[in-house]
């Protein structure tokens, strides 16, 4: 059976563009708001990450610990989480859904039960920013028994046989870090550059679908259509911040954002 | 769990970084995995090349100014009235702590990998104020990161980096302290990791770090240990080695030559943060039986909440107030080569006092836990036991806390 992140690429692909990506985290601005913006902008998204919020984040940069901060001050614990996503899968526009995260969440919650509970609220993918290859092996094969996606990363500085190794291990999506950085930093490297080293992930073997992420925003989005999708994440979180600012509403401010720049790729 | 003889504890780990299976590790983004790999290639060339190993020793002579004194506390002694009490005076050490052999050994890394800034994290500023003097001696620029907190706390190793020409990058993020210094830390070296080299302050991270950083404050012990047999002959029969744990390299150092030794004969005490006797917070994971998490890519005994999220510690001292600890001292915890302990800021306060007292040296807070449980201990044991202290830090960074609660001017 064709998997619904698998699907979701097609779909775009059918369409002549990249599937869009969104990573908003799971309880930002308040449980309720989250659900909605993930509603809201699914509309216009292929895929949605959800971030689950970690207070010691090594990779996330100012807008995404922004993000993870009021999440957790909120009190948004990991079964909210699986909520917002059971919930959202209930609804009418309802997405592929990526987890992401750090590890330690996984591990406190018990690896096989994490796995369970997120099979049953249909989670379809899986993110872990400090789990990397080969460490990750084990762990992966466990999500694809539990028919969940293991996300590799692949960044400017894997080596060429690491590479070969990552994709090789990897299942249906692979996730390109644009540059050195940590999320939502700005764009260091030309699209050019990006789009070479994103071809030479391609040239590995073609069928996985490889997107691009990290410094993405509406400025940029357009340079690099030629992935098979991109992500957006800390342009997004820094929206909802602004939006809370200007106490104007997050949910239809993110929404009019993605809906934007979905129309840049098209 | 078991120790191994005749072989370093720094090697005894498994392919994926693991100290007894389940302590370490490598829990870093897929950009930090080259950057680390050369690193490890680097460090496991050079830590067994002669002319590397001369370089560093003449660094740590000339310029560290080993061996620092072991000096028996008399008065001490005297006032306590069972062990003989010693005191190891790493603070001796050229700034102050023992900060600047693990900073000394990365920026001769840094050079040799052809870096030209280097960053680090800083709680109590000792760690900042050594990576800032050793970055300026080698020319490499050089950026701290240090919670806002502790830049109010530690006024004068913050005055000191900026004097050595390094940046300080303050952290708002978090509990503004050393957790937070070390996460912002690690992110500008997922950012930056092309030109730049990163210090962990601690034997704590990823497994290199720990392993570059106790192979640096491993001198202390190889010092330590001829002069122990210089002045008692042989190693004494009932010998105790006291040291401060926060992140745990000075206690690892200050161990480490002792390792293949029977507990009975030499033992080693952890004293960790208690923090203060009223609150509920502390930051000794060791002492009051934290879970194995990850924090700062490594597995290891954290305080943290049901759901994994890293809680906030409190203590008095900057340079203990650290919710993890070093996989090391999760390993020799558990595999009981050494026994761990906790004392209140109260009682850290109060032993600095007896001890500046009785004696010419002053410990700074730190220290100051480890003195408070061998002087408690001391009084019960023979008067054949020697009992060690390690004065790692000088007290001049804690002179404003000293003032408030004790009254007293440094």
Not at chain 1, 30 to 44: A, D, V, Y
Not at chain 2, 152 to 169: C, S, Y
Not at chain 2, 304 to 311: A, L, V
Request: hydrophobic fraction near 35%.
């Amino acid at each position: 059976m064709i998997s619904s992140i698998s699907q979701a690429f097609s779909f775009a692909k059918k369409e002549n563009r990249p599937a869009l990506l969104t990573y908003t985290v799971a309880g930002d601005n308040t449980k309720k708001n989250s659900l909605e913006i993930l509603k809201s902008i699914s509309k216009h998204a292929d895929i949605c990450e959800l971030g689950f919020p970690h207070n010691t984040p090594i990779a996330d940069g100012g807008q995404i610990q922004t993000s993870s901060y009021r999440a957790i001050k909120n009190g948004t614990k990991f079964k909210d989480v699986l909520k917002i996503v059971k919930n959202f899968k209930k609804s009418k526009f309802s997405k592929p859904i990526i987890l992401m995260g750090y590890f330690n969440m996984i591990l406190q919650y018990g690896e096989s039960k994490f796995l369970k509970d997120c099979k049953k609220n249909r989670v379809d993918g899986l993110i872990v920013v400090d789990l990397p290859w080969p460490e990750n092996k084990k762990f992966a094969k466990k999500c694809k028994k539990n028919s969940i996606s293991f996300v590799q990363l692949i960044s400017p500085t894997t080596s060429k046989n690491r590479l070969k190794s990552i994709i090789r291990d990897s299942h249906e999506m692979v996730y390109y870090i644009s540059m050195l950085s940590t999320t939502g930093g700005k764009l260091k490297v030309s699209p050019f550059k990006i789009i070479s080293n994103y071809k030479k992930i391609k040239r590995i073997n073609p069928s996985k679908n490889c997107v691009i992420g990290f410094g993405i925003t509406k400025n940029n989005i357009k340079n690099l259509k030629a992935a098979d999708g991109l992500v957006v994440g800390s342009a997004i979180c820094r929206e909802i911040t602004n939006s809370l600012k200007k106490k104007q509403n997050p949910v239809t401010k993110v929404s009019n954002m993605v809906k934007k720049l979905k129309y840049k790729i098209l | 769990m078991k120790l191994k003889k005749k072989i370093s504890i720094l090697d005894q780990h498994d392919k994926f970084g693991f100290w007894g299976g389940k302590f370490g590790g490598n829990f870093v983004p897929e950009t930090l995995k080259k950057p680390i790999h050369d690193l490890e290639i680097l460090f496991n060339k050079l830590k067994n090349d002669k002319k590397f190993l001369s370089e560093r020793d003449k660094y740590f002579k000339n310029w560290v100014g080993v061996p620092t004194r072991f000096i028996k506390l008399n008065n001490l002694t005297k006032f306590v009235g069972g062990a003989e009490i010693w005191s190891k005076v790493v603070s001796d050490a050229n700034g102050g702590a023992h900060k600047i052999y693990n900073a000394t050994v990365h920026c001769l890394l840094a050079k040799k990998s052809g870096k030209k800034i280097i960053c680090g994290d800083t709680g109590a500023g000792y760690a900042g104020k050594m990576l800032s003097m050793a970055a300026k001696k080698f020319g490499l620029k050089c950026k701290i990161f240090m919670g806002v907190k502790d830049i109010k706390r530690q006024q004068p190793n913050v005055q000191a980096i900026r004097r050595n020409g390094a940046e300080i990058i303050p952290v708002y993020s978090g509990s503004q302290t050393l957790v937070d210094a070390v996460s912002e830390c690690m992110r500008f070296w997922v950012a930056n990791c092309d030109t730049t080299a990163m210090c962990v302050g601690s034997t704590v991270g990823p497994n290199i770090f720990v392993k570059i950083c106790g192979w640096s404050t491993s001198q202390i012990s190889r010092e330590l240990k001829s002069q122990i047999i210089e002045e008692f002959g042989t190693i004494p029969n009932k010998l105790k080695l006291y040291n401060c744990v926060g992140g745990g390299s000075s206690s690892f150092g200050f161990w480490n030559e002792f390792m293949d030794y029977d507990k009975k004969q030499v033992e080693f005490i952890g004293v960790e943060a208690g923090g203060p006797s009223k609150s509920k917070k502390h930051a000794a994971p060791l002492t009051y039986r934290s879970k194995i998490g990850i924090l700062h890519g490594a597995a290891q005994y954290v305080n943290q909440n049901n759901e994994g999220q890293i809680e906030e510690t409190e203590s008095i001292s900057a340079g203990l107030d650290y919710p993890g600890v070093s996989p090391l001292h999760c390993f020799l915890k558990d595999t009981k080569r050494a026994r761990y302990t906790a004392a209140s800021d109260e009682d850290a306060l109060m032993a600095f006092k007896i001890v500046s007292k009785y004696e010419s040296i002053r410990p700074s807070l730190e220290p100051s836990h480890a003195f408070s449980v061998a002087i408690s201990e001391s009084k019960k044991f023979s008067k054949d036991t020697i009992v060690i202290v390690n004065s790692c830090g000088d007290a001049y960074k804690d002179r404003k806390i000293l003032k408030k609660k004790l009254g007293v001017s440094l």
